[in-house]
């Protein structure tokens, strides 16, 4: 499969502060990025989607102002939690999709932890 | 909505013993199904996956099969190893979706030797 990689794997920051993710596909094209946040013991949930070149969509009770989504090349994506809260802390995980319907990755997910 | 719903973990089993992991599902659609694995420290793999009604995926020796009758997708394996001790995540994709997944909450699979 697919190589993707996420930028930092774990990360403590205080309240207030922002902290930025990046996914990057090392040797996949991804025209879509999909983000999920799992909390613990429960399930991946979506958060949004992005198309390579296009603003982000977001799932229903998703700030879009708080959770700022890059995805300004095939290879690459990002995702700024801005004036991060305790509430907040979450794994999140990028998962690239090709043009192919059976193209989609994940990557190992990064930890944030908000003090 | 679409949802998934997969039997609560942890499961531990000994080394060689059968697996069945539950899973249902409901879509407004016709979904295609899917099982993903999460060893410990690393990402989401894909482990098997099935498109249309009674396709059945497979892989490493574990198979799920695809009933629409009873909208369930559930993953077995006749002998388990040390090796298979992950979290297993059922999931389901759609056009109306955009192809997102949406997923069970996992289940913890424990082997012993």
């Known amino acids: 499969g697919a190589v993707v990689s996420q930028h930092p794997s774990r990360v403590i920051c205080k309240s207030g502060t922002s902290v930025k993710i990046e996914c990057r596909s090392l040797?996949?094209?991804?025209?879509?990025m999909f983000w999920y946040r799992q909390f613990p013991k429960q399930s991946l949930m979506l958060m949004a989607t992005?198309?390579?070149?296009?603003?982000?969509?977001?799932e229903q009770g998703v700030e879009k102002d708080k959770f700022l989504i890059n995805h300004a090349s095939l290879t690459l994506s990002t995702l700024t939690v801005t004036s991060a809260h305790p509430e907040d802390s979450s794994f999140y995980i990028c998962?690239?999709?090709?043009?192919?319907?059976?193209?989609?990755?994940f990557g190992p997910g990064t930890r944030l932890t908000v003090l | 909505g679409n949802s998934v719903t997969q039997m609560e973990g942890p499961v531990t089993l000994s080394e060689e013993a059968f697996l069945t992991i539950n899973c249902t599902y409901t879509?407004?659609?016709?979904?295609?199904l899917f099982w993903y694995v999460q060893y410990p420290g690393e990402g989401l793999q894909l482990l098997l996956k099935?498109?249309?009604?009674?396709d059945k995926g497979s892989n490493k020796g574990f198979e799920a099969t695809y009933r629409k009758e009873t909208t369930s997708f559930h993953l077995e394996k006749g002998s388990v190893q040390v090796s298979d001790s992950a979290v297993y995540f059922c999931?389901?994709?759609?056009?109306?979706?955009?192809?997102?997944?949406?997923f069970g909450k996992g289940t913890s699979l424990l082997v012993t030797p």
């Open positions: 879509a407004t659609g016709y979904p295609s």
């Open positions: 999931a389901l994709s759609d056009q109306n979706s955009g192809y997102a997944l949406n």
């Open positions: 040797d996949f094209q991804a025209t879509t």
């Open positions: 998962s690239p999709r090709g043009s192919s319907y059976n193209e989609q990755f």
């Open positions: 992005s198309n390579e070149g296009s603003k982000a969509t977001y």
């Open positions: 099935a498109t249309k009604a009674d």
